[in-house]
């Protein structure tokens, strides 16, 4: 069911139900207004008959039925009846009309003094007159059939105009739903209106403040993400074709080159040891592409156990050590740890050496001295890294650095690919931790906070 569609029922089942019960309140208040209007004329004439008996000599029950005769305000089927206290009929002015009056009935209204009384189509006012040393019973009679023909009429009336009522409303409600919901059809028109291709283009925002201007400045912020991911994953592409594509051209070009014509032993060799570095060239980028692919992967699922980073931060230097001698790395921890507990963390140790590697690696390779200085703050809440070296990360660039195979101008002559950082960052962030970049006076910063809470990849 569409929603202009459940609009307009809940609209108009909502206004029916309030219509009906204001009807109801109508009907049952203009009814309940003519039976005491009744009530207070058979009231009235109870009164005036038993007064004008009691309290005027001059006037007798044969005076009071020529009188009554020719009054106006005669009900259908009405009579008075005056009882005396042995309960005998004193007066009635119609001697066609009987009530049914016991003896109970009687004592009931002299109890009470007043009191109403329901006779099938007869409606009954008894009271107790006395003055005197009179003491007399009037019970006033009448049938209400005026007033129960006006209910009929306006009942009548009530079921045409609340069925006229629920049928405008539908009408309106159906118009005013289309209105409200046309943000929502340009909304979704303008969105069939994209495609990759122009991923550029927004939402026009009508209103800010409404649920629909909300939901296009929610949309347009996906629009913004998915628009990032689509020009990330171009430029990953187009990096990842960029970077296999030279050593297989170096490879190539060097095969072909020396099948031209017959080599010696040693020019071979040569050309087996060139294609063997670009072969090992290819399987280093390969393999850092498929670990980044890993720790991208939020389905994968990784094991975690407690991991001591000063054990972490030894063996990463190590492997570096053993393929790079010109590198050094220096290891600073606190003088004052009272307890190995604050170096431990629960975590994946094969990843955070991975970063540290990384780490060391860029620090190494990119600074005047091949010189990296790691240090180690622990805390109880968090552990602190801080890694160092003499160099320089222009301004504008440190907010790119972490991207996949971005490079700056000052790299492009140094061998790499420009994952590291972007598989470091990845890897702090399954940790729950921070990374940090700072270039100030000759210096590069990396600053990583890892919390000693559980990681966010089980």
Known sequence: MQIRTRLTIQFTLLVSVIVLLAFAAIYYFREYSLQEQFYKRLRQKALSTVELLVNQNEVNSEILKLIDQSNYDLLYKENVILYTYRND?????????????????????????????????????????????????????????????????????????????????????????????????????????IYPQNLSRRVNTQNEKDEIGRLTFTFNALLDRVEQAFRLQNMFISNVSHELKNPLTKIISQLEVVLLRERSTEEYRQTASSVLADARDLSQLSNTLLELAKVSDQNQPFLTAPVRIDEVLWDARDLLRSTHQSYTIKVEFPVDIEEDSVLTLNGNAYLLKVAAINLMENGCKFSNDHTVFVKVLPSPTQLELVFSNRSDIAQEELSLIFQPFYRSQKSVRISGYGIGLSLVDRIIKLHNGTIEVDSQEGNVTFRIVIPQAKPNFQ
């Open 89 to 193: 009929i004193y007066h009635a002015n119609n001697d066609t009309i009987r009530f049914d009056l016991d003896r109970n009935i009687l004592n009931r209204i002299r109890l009470n003094k007043e009191l109403r009384i329901d006779q099938g189509e007869y409606k009954l006012y008894g009271l107790y007159y006395t003055n005197d040393g009179e003491r007399m019973v009037s019970v006033a009679g009448a049938a209400d059939v005026a007033d129960q023909v006006s209910m009929r009429s306006l009942l009548r009336i009530m079921l045409y105009a609340y069925v006229a009522c629920i049928l405008l409303v539908a009408v309106v409600g159906w118009f005013f739903a289309g209105r409200a919901l046309v943000p929502i059809s340009d909304v979704i028109n303008e969105v069939q209106r």
